[in-house]
């Protein structure tokens, strides 16, 4: 798909990533959640390889971790077999408390986010969050989004879209909240794959945050800031 000079151009609505770029910039949170329950069963993860699978959270996560060889040679080597339906459910049980202490240590939205988001409501712009956290998970981030008053005309959980991003409910939910016939109107900002990849997936056009500026296939365009995505 080409970039675009203006990715804005033509937009009716613009949904935003609840992790990475509207709470817990790049995932520092979410990710020594994940680091914390593998520590349990033994199995040290780096950061690197954290970031390198970063995209839907809870057990999504751990199994991205675990189809990384290394990974999935460390938990036969601890446990003498490799991961199994059973171990990742238990993985993921225990993964969830921790997901709601993550909301609670980065509960505060990013500041630059709010900035664009009221921003694009100025402009006649609705917009939107995509979140593949189950709403109960989210308690702390919600209220502290509450209170920085910031509009959103539909926020979309884990509880609404069926499956996590790549598939594109998350993506169709928004659209049929915010009454958009063509998806080509919506916009979604994302710093993984995944989320890309999903907006693809609808027809939407997706956007990779993304501070090194490289280039990502399955984005339209890739923005370094969100102030560079409102042209400023």
């Known amino acids: ?18 992790h990475g770029v509207l709470f817990d910039r790049d995932r520092r949170a979410i990710h020594a959640a994940v680091e914390a ?26 199994e991205r971790l675990l189809s990384q060889p290394r990974i999935a040679e460390a938990f036969r080597a601890v446990h003498g ?49 995509i979140c593949c956290t189950p709403r109960r998970l989210l308690g702390p981030q919600l209220e502290a989004l509450a209170r920085a008053g910031v509009a959103l005309d539909c926020i979309v959980t884990a509880d609404e ?37 999903a907006a693809r997936n609808a027809g939407a056009r997706g956007l990779a945050f993304d501070g090194s500026g490289g280039h990502h296939a399955d984005a339209q365009a890739t923005v370094r800031s969100l102030k560079e995505l409102l042209g400023r």
Not at 1 to 8: I, K
Not at 38 to 55: C, H, K, Q
Not at 84 to 109: H, K, N, V, W, Y
């Open 161 to 197: 879209a069926c499956e996590p991003a790549p598939a594109p409910w998350g993506i169709f939910e928004v659209m049929q909240q915010l009454g958009l016939s063509d998806a080509s109107g919506l916009v979604f900002v994302d710093d993984c794959p995944a989320g890309w990849s």
């Open 37 to 62: 329950t593998f520590a349990r069963w033994r199995v040290p993860v780096t950061g690197v390889e954290l970031a390198a699978t970063r995209g839907p959270t809870g057990r999504p996560h751990i």
């Open 81 to 129: 077999r490799w991961a199994g339906d059973d171990d990742i459910a238990s993985m993921a049980r225990d993964l969830e408390p921790r997901l709601a202490d993550a909301a609670q240590s980065a509960r505060e939205p990013n500041a630059d986010a709010c900035s664009m988001l009221r921003d694009l409501h100025e402009r006649g712009l609705r917009t939107a969050v």
């Open 1 to 18: 798909m080409p970039h675009s000079t203006d990715p804005l151009r033509d937009a009716k609505a613009v949904a935003l990533s609840w």
